[in-house]
């Protein structure tokens, strides 16, 4: 089952709903106790590492105000009453106990997986309605919060407005969550969420890159070899019947040379592994103090230590037959298919007592001095 009160399956979830329709699903989480409180969360709001926005205003009166952070006590003690929202984003990354529950939706490929971003609202609060290119789970954490959404909607949006507020919006499904209630949205599904009473939302949030994100690390990618992937050429060119017009051999030339920087399928999976691992990163890992070496680490390992995935680092790994290729930060590290496989599972590699190999005790050594792991005492 993807949920505990629920009976339906990662299969039938993928098939019906995953990017084709909205899903309410009660209880998804019975007796869902936050491990963070409003004041938790404020308190995260306040460190310049967080990124967090303050919103105030409503719809239809659409008199929204935005503030950025970090934020004071100062800043929380002069909130009103109602109709304000605190957005802050990355809380499972922060606060690493979380990825339990980002755990929940490990049947998603771990790229696709952005963050928990953490709602805290008084009465009323609310960011408006808007749409989304991205799949988002919303989990009630605490209080009430009334949704309503739309698939058929105007998409003008709010003039002279820092937020993507649409201008217009009529709901045609709407609900009242509750807290362990959650609601699945594809992207582009218009929605309007305003808290019914002090509570939470959090959301997890599924990102996927634009063209323009593609596009763009490819040149940066392009550019870091030695021929830059090359020229456009055209060798059996013709002679131009009118020299002011790209014609359409030139097009289809440049359409295939478009294609051309990828000389086999191994060279694409390094791109997109380059790619995908840096895709988002907000933070950097930072590097442990000192340097970690191999017979130091088995012999951390022989008193009990485990390994842990630093929650700042997106571990991916692609395979070539028997051999593999992991990617942390946009950094590549080869190895084999069994201990890619490992490496990339937190589960697995947090249990993982086995006698490793020279090669991998050197890459463990380099990912834990690099920071993308660290190992914690049980």
């Not at 249990?351 to 190999?357: G, H, I, K, L």
Request: charged fraction near 25%; include cysteine.
């Amino acid at each position: 089952m993807i949920f505990k009160n629920s009976s339906m399956t990662e299969h039938q979830f993928l098939a019906d709903y995953w990017q084709k329709k909205p899903l309410l699903i009660r209880q998804a989480l019975p007796g869902f106790a936050p491990e963070l409180d409003s004041n938790d969360i404020a308190g995260l709001a306040c460190d310049e590492l967080a990124e967090s926005r303050l919103i105030t205003g409503s719809f239809p009166q659409q008199d929204w105000q935005i503030r950025y952070g970090p934020f004071t006590d100062k800043d929380f003690s002069k909130l009103p009453d109602a109709r304000w929202t605190l957005l802050v984003q990355d809380v499972e990354k922060h606060y690493p106990p979380l990825q339990s529950l980002m755990n929940l939706f490990s049947f998603l490929p771990r790229w696709r997986i952005d963050d928990l971003m953490v709602s805290v609202a008084g009465p009323g609060g609310s960011v408006g309605p808007h749409v989304d290119q991205y799949d988002v789970f919303l989990l009630q954490a605490e209080g009430s919060r009334h949704w309503e959404i739309s698939e058929s909607y105007d998409g003008e949006l709010l003039p002279d407005c820092e937020l993507k507020v649409l201008r217009h919006f009529s709901a045609e499904q709407e609900w009242l969550l509750e807290p362990g209630d959650m609601l699945y949205l594809p992207p582009g599904v218009a929605h309007h969420g305003v808290a019914h009473n002090a509570g939470m939302t959090w959301s997890i949030g599924m990102r996927a890159p634009s063209g323009a994100d593609l596009f763009l690390a490819l040149g940066e990618w392009l550019a870091e070899k030695e021929d830059e992937g090359g020229r456009y050429g055209d060798p059996e060119l013709s002679a131009a019947a009118h020299p002011g017009e790209v014609d359409l051999a030139a097009i289809n030339r440049f359409g295939e040379f478009l294609r051309s920087p990828f000389e086999g399928d191994l060279e694409f999976r390094s791109f997109l592994g380059t790619f995908l691992s840096r895709y988002r990163l907000a933070h950097d890992p930072a590097a442990p103090a000192s340097v970690l070496k191999p017979a130091a680490l088995v012999k951390a390992l022989s008193g009990g230590k485990k390994f842990r995935h630093n929650p700042w680092t997106r571990l991916l790994w692609t395979a070539d037959g028997e051999s593999a290729c992991v990617f942390a930060a946009g950094a590549a590290y080869p190895c084999t298919v069994d201990f890619a496989r490992i490496l990339c599972d937190p589960e697995r590699l947090g249990q993982a007592d086995r006698t490793f190999s020279d090669s991998d005790l050197a890459l463990l050594c380099e990912l834990l001095n690099r920071g993308h792991l660290y190992l914690e005492q049980l």
